[in-house]
């Protein structure tokens, strides 16, 4: 019984799934692709009928769209922190391998609401200067990268427990 409730809510979500992109594709659709509009048209028809009693209207379930947006930006931003940590195990030290990479989390790590109360996001900036400060052949020094790994895995930890925090709230 377990078994057959866990499919057909698979089966349900697999359908809100594919009505939610089929919704995102048709507002990105040019006029002269009216036989792929027709054919998605068709298609959120036929997923709108298979989910009418868990979609009281496409409005509500757009809304609750955003929330797959924010942990899609969670994740990446957890990729950030997790590269550029892969790259200083890796012993990379020149400029040109790692300011991408920093560059990348500073942005990332902008994006989040309070960030720039973090103590972490003030050094994983003040690295970015540093970085700035060099020609690209310069390279960080060994003692520089563990200290550049310790801020960077610090940063990370606070960034972790912002998440767990703002997933209670809310």
Known sequence: MATLLLDEEREKYNILVTLYGIIVALDYLEPQYSPACTRFLSQYMTMLKLVKDSVPSIEQFIEAGPETGKWIAETTQ???????MDALKLQ?????????MLQEL???Y?????????????KMVSWLITFNSMKASE???DEQSRHL???V?????EFFRSLSGSKERS
């Open 78 to 84: 957890i990729g950030n922190f997790i590269t550029f």
């Open 139 to 141: 390279e960080i020094t």
């Open 110 to 122: 902008a994006r989040f609401k309070g960030s720039k109360d973090w103590e972490g996001r003030s």
């Open 92 to 100: 990379l030290r020149a400029k040109d391998q790692l300011h991408p």
């Open 106 to 108: 500073v942005t990332g």
């Open 153 to 157: 895995e610090h940063a990370y930890a």
């Open 149 to 151: 790994s310790f801020d």
